[in-house]
């Protein structure tokens, strides 16, 4: 009986046992980076308890613009100060004399410091490449001098480059065959998200120190500089941005005062975005409230008379309007006179300058009566109804997005829109349920400028490894589908062109620029009003130049702006000011 009970007791025993040493085996050797469903990196929680480190690079992929300037961090030369330094004697009078700063200053940074500090307040004092090699060859210990890079909270092109953030949920729904860390930065929002798998972040570039349990070093002062092996990885992302052009964009928006919208400026060559501007502006403290995180860019909005560049093309194709057609432009677009615009009859070209709503909701009628899908099929060829971003295949993605917070543009919702006439005469004149992007505006005015033809828009040229070497290119890629004929782009150029030249064009005030523009213009209602009973409006102008050797595309949009807020034309003007000077015009 007694043998029994020790069989039984010494069975629970090893049984016991047994299953504590699977849980060290599980914590020492098989989950150490992964540790629970929550993927508790077990060596680095380790390190934490038993070291103090500063963080130079913390190893998420970096954006850069079109000639590799950062867009998303600084590198800052900076003095470095570790905390052991307040326990010791050291040359802090040559420190202080090689950045020319007082000696108690440094000394009274240090004693509040309980771990690593860069040294300066507000701002970290930018060290010149002599100080940094002077400080450096003294050798001490717990002194050091490095590149240090600060993330930009608000990155140039905020809203097109997007948030990152931690989001545990969403780790597990993208990687889900991945042991990735809770606590690791993924993208949230624009180009973050659409290249986040690339980017995601690899060891932390840092220098480290161990400490006992006082804070105070464990093996002596010898302050490590740790640095991933991994020649290639984290990879870098070259937008097409370019950051001084993109600079000035933001200037001259926020100059004018615009509340809501923005700018998009395209390189019609490649096709590509050169700068983006969506106001409001983010948030430093709160990026999501009012909207900031928000990129109106690339979200679809009501045109107005922008639209009836899709209204002309489909007229000229379907002849309804020869040379000797005139329209009754000081009626509305029911018959009624007209209490605001009094054009009298007007021909086709002179209705386009002015943008006579009458011509183009009568157009509308009649495109429609030849073909319920016509006017759809004509803003498909000028890639209005399509997300006109970049997207193809990219390794084991089969259909990568460039820009994956991009919305379709709508012209109707359904076939009873199309069988009443009066909402058909609304959607010719952009109303109604007409929606699209400031994006593909700009990139209709692309196509037009290059002769037609339609084509993918780039964010980004290539994905880059760390050692600079090129991991993915991102080639001009043509949009699919049918596109007008030369000769009715052809006409569109010069319907484009008559808005500007014409001295009643809507878009009169940009004739005597140093680049010659063609454009159009939009004021649409929205259906929408404030505490007061005014109506907001979004406001367009929308365009290419120079107009004889295209180079640039622009779209300017405020949205929910009241009639006394004043036109785009003026941050559209001070663009083409701005462009053509740089370009030495």
Request: proline share 4%.
């Amino acid at each position: 009986m007694i043998h029994k009970r020790f069989i039984i007791i010494g069975t629970i025993f090893l049984i016991c046992l047994s299953v504590l040493l699977g849980r060290l085996a599980q914590i020492q050797l098989f989950e150490t980076k992964s540790f629970t469903n929550r993927n508790i990196n077990l060596i680095e929680e380790s390190v934490k308890q038993r070291s103090q480190e500063m963080v130079i690079d913390n190893g998420r992929g970096k954006f850069y613009d079109r000639n590799m300037v950062p867009l998303t961090y600084e590198a800052v030369p900076s003095l470095i100060l570790f905390p052991f330094l307040k326990k010791m004697e050291w040359d802090v009078e040559k420190v202080a004399s090689i950045i020319g700063v007082r000696e108690d200053e440094i000394l009274q940074a240090l004693e509040a410091a309980e771990e690593p500090i860069v040294f300066g307040k507000p701002e970290p004092i930018v060290l010149t490449e002599a100080q940094m090699k002077a400080i450096n060859q003294l050798k001490i210990p717990g002194v050091f001098a490095v590149n240090k890079q600060f993330d930009r909270k608000i990155p140039p092109a905020a809203q097109l480059i997007g948030l990152v953030g931690q989001n545990e949920k969403q780790i597990n729904l993208r990687y889900p065959d991945k042991n990735i860390p809770k606590n690791t930065n993924i993208g949230i929002s624009g180009l973050q998200k659409s290249f986040d798998e690339f980017l995601l972040q690899e060891e932390n570039t840092k220098l480290i120190y161990h400490v006992d349990g006082h804070g105070g070093p464990l093996f002596g002062i010898d302050v490590k500089y740790t640095d991933p092996s991994n020649p290639f990885y984290p990879v870098n992302v070259q937008t097409t941005i370019d950051s001084e052009i993109q600079k000035q964009a933001e200037e001259i928006v926020d100059r004018h005062q615009l509340k809501k919208g923005g700018l998009i400026l395209l390189d019609i060559d490649t096709n590509s975005i050169i700068a983006s501007v969506s106001r409001p502006e983010m948030n430093e403290s709160n990026p999501y409230s009012n909207d900031g995180a928000k990129n109106y860019m690339l979200t679809a909005q009501i045109p107005g008379s922008v639209f009836k560049t899709v209204i002309a093309a489909a007229a000229i194709d379907a002849q309804l309007v020869p040379q000797n057609r005139t329209f009754d432009c000081s009626r509305t677009i029911h018959g009624e006179v007209d209490q605001q615009f009094q054009h009298g009859t007007i021909d086709f070209t002179k209705s386009f300058a002015v943008s006579c709503n009458n011509t183009f909701a009568t157009l509308a009628k009649e495109l429609n009566e030849i073909d319920k899908n016509m006017i759809e099929t004509y803003a498909k060829k000028l890639g209005l109804t399509e997300e006109v971003g970049w997207q193809g295949d990219v390794y084991h993605f089969g259909d990568f997005k460039q820009l994956a917070d991009e919305e379709k543009g709508q012209i109707f919702l359904s076939d009873a829109e199309r069988k009443d006439s009066k909402l058909v005469a609304q959607t010719g004149i952009g109303q109604q349920n007409v929606r699209i992007t400031p994006l593909q505006a700009a990139n209709m005015m692309a196509t037009i400028a290059r002769g037609g033809e339609k084509q993918m828009v780039r964010a980004v040229s290539s994905v880059r490894y760390k050692n600079g070497t090129t991991l993915f290119h991102f080639p001009e890629k043509k949009l699919k589908g049918d596109t007008l004929a030369p000769y009715t782009i052809s006409k569109l150029q010069q319907l484009l062109r008559e808005v500007v030249v014409d001295e009643e064009g809507t878009g009169r005030y940009l004739k005597n620029l140093p680049y010659e523009v063609a454009g159009k213009s939009g004021t649409a209602q929205t259906y929408r009003y404030n505490e007061n009973g005014q109506e907001y409006v979004n406001k367009w102008f929308v365009g290419y130049f120079p107009f004889d050797r295209p180079k640039y595309a622009l779209a300017v949009v405020y949205l929910d702006a009241l009639s006394t807020d004043g036109s785009v034309t003026p941050i559209f003007q001070d663009m083409v000011n701005y462009l053509s000077h740089l370009n030495g015009q």
